[in-house]
């Protein structure tokens, strides 16, 4: 009898997940990632995964359906991984996409190597997303609810993880999932989905970033793309591409950032129109594909919700990636991620420049 670990983040999708692959015959245990201690960051129940109150909802799961359960500390690994580099990305003028680090490092890094530390088969997640082995290859394939799909955050996977990883939600509905739990009586069954950033449970993550850091980001320059200064910023960690509102300057007509500036610790300004371009460069891109061609065919995302749009890839030295879409594109952002597709399956991603 195969033996899986089910990660339990005290949601809904996990508790299904685990119920669904007990039902399967697997032989389970049920693990929550203690990421990190909820009275440093001040957590509130209902709009984030992995706090204290979720802990015990994911007990309770677990002893409903009989299988052992217990709580992994990943801490240090949460801050290094996850944490630091949400920071040093907004200091460095990106915009982090910390749900992405956290699935690379620590769900199917460290969760995956614990399960081979216990001798453990395979790690399942309540990822919407699917897995499908053919001809030895292991490729990742878009959930079939379109509207849950997360393959996009899950582009980091090797071959390695892949084979062990299972998703059981990923030909579910969310609909039908919360019947399966309200028909087995599970406490969570109309819990509500986390919005927002776990650690930033209220949403202001430059409060955040200003308390965990000690540090006051000094004011600076709003400037246009001719260098003309237009007012006084109240420090770069404050602004990421595309933004409109919280600029606190009134400019006569709509203004958008276009680059944030850590070097000379100014803010260019730019009119909608020129925010739109058509090509990218990504780096450390991870293929999920046996073959590929100097240039490929796809459709591309740039952002988690977004429709996917055509373009073609291009092979670039150091595992980088050139994109080239079909139509230009709004407010593609340095430090978030942009994934290839072939219909429904993940061709790669990577990490915009």
């Known amino acids: 009898m195969n033996k899986v670990i089910i990660a339990m983040s005290g949601g809904v999708d996990s508790s299904v997940a685990a119920f669904l692959m007990k039902e399967k015959g697997f032989d389970c245990i049920g693990a929550t990632m203690k990421l990190y201690d909820n009275d440093d960051i001040q957590l509130s129940r209902e709009k984030t995964c992995c706090s204290l109150d979720d802990i015990e909802d994911a007990r309770c799961v677990a002893r409903r359906l009989g299988i052992p359960y217990y709580v992994f500390n990943f801490k240090d ?3 290094e991984k996850v944490i630091d580099k949400f920071i040093s990305t907004y200091e460095n003028g990106g915009t982090p996409n910390p749900c992405i680090d956290c699935n690379r490092y620590l769900k199917f890094e460290k969760l995956l190597s614990r399960m081979k530390e216990l001798g453990f088969d395979y790690v399942v997640t309540g990822h919407y ?20 799909d997360q393959s996009y955050v899950l582009y980091s996977l090797t071959q390695q993880q892949l084979s062990h990883i299972r998703f059981p939600l990923g030909h579910y509905t969310k609909s039908e999932i919360r019947d ?8 969570n069954a109309s819990k509500k989905d986390s919005q927002d950033i776990c650690f930033v449970p209220d949403g202001d993550y ?7 850091t000690g540090k006051k980001y000094p004011r600076g320059n709003f400037i246009d793309t001719s260098s003309n200064v237009l007012g006084v910023h109240n420090g770069i960690i404050c602004y990421t591409k595309g933004q409109r509102k919280g600029l ?3 400019l006569g007509k709509p203004m958008y950032v ?3 500036n850590p070097s000379d610790n100014t803010v260019t300004l730019c009119t909608n129109e020129e925010l739109f371009s058509d090509t990218l460069t990504a780096k450390d891109f991870n293929w999920l594909i046996p073959e590929r061609t100097e240039k490929i065919a796809c459709t591309a995302r740039v952002r988690y919700n977004m429709k996917e749009q055509g373009a073609c890839a291009y092979m670039l ?3 980088r990636v050139k994109v080239i879409f079909d139509t230009p594109q709004r407010a593609v952002t340095s430090g978030q991620a942009v994934v290839l597709y072939d219909g429904d399956t993940v061709l790669g991603g990577g990490t915009i420049e």
């Not at 399966?180 to 406490?187: E, G, K, M, P, R």
């Not at 430059?206 to 965990?212: D, G």
């Open 77 to 79: 690994e949460f801050k």
């Open 129 to 148: 997303a699917r897995v499908e082995e053919k001809d030895g290859w292991f490729y990742l394939k878009k959930a079939l609810d379109a509207t849950k």
């Open 180 to 187: 399966i739990a309200a028909s087995q009586n599970f406490l």
């Open 206 to 212: 430059v409060s955040f970033i200003e308390k965990y």
């Open 248 to 250: 606190g300057i009134a």
């Open 258 to 260: 276009k680059e944030v």
């Open 317 to 319: 030295a150091d595992n």
